[in-house]
């Protein structure tokens, strides 16, 4: 069972880019790809909101989830998000452990 946390970081005048690009250029995003049970760390921009950024986070389980939580990276990030003065939406979601029905496979181009 896998966990996904979609984070939404909004800001004014391209923070929320900014602190994505320093979170990479710091290798803060690199170290947090390595921790054990994650297995997706990837940013993206909405189209239609540039000064949102998504983060697409998702860890193996809970407990995973709960040590990165509890670890010293997480007040670094906390400080980021304070340098660039973001605000946040997130949304969390549970793997289905059956995966992607062979009847909506039928729509995947692969």
């Given at each position: 069972m896998s966990i996904t946390v979609n984070l939404y970081y909004t800001g004014e005048n391209g923070s929320a880019r900014k602190f994505?690009?320093?979170m990479e250029a710091r290798g803060v995003a690199d170290a947090i790809r390595a921790e054990d049970g994650n297995e997706k760390?990837?940013?993206f921009i909405p189209f239609k909101d540039p000064e949102t950024v998504l983060?697409?986070?998702s860890w193996r389980d809970q407990e995973s989830l709960d040590i990165h939580h509890a670890s010293p990276m997480m007040a670094e990030?906390?400080?980021l998000r304070d340098k660039y003065d973001l605000h946040m939406r997130v949304e969390r979601y549970v793997s289905d452990a059956?995966?992607?029905p062979q009847k909506d496979q039928d729509f995947?181009?692969?």
């Open positions: 994505a690009e320093e760390y990837e940013y983060l697409i986070d990030i906390a400080k059956e995966g992607v995947i181009r692969k």
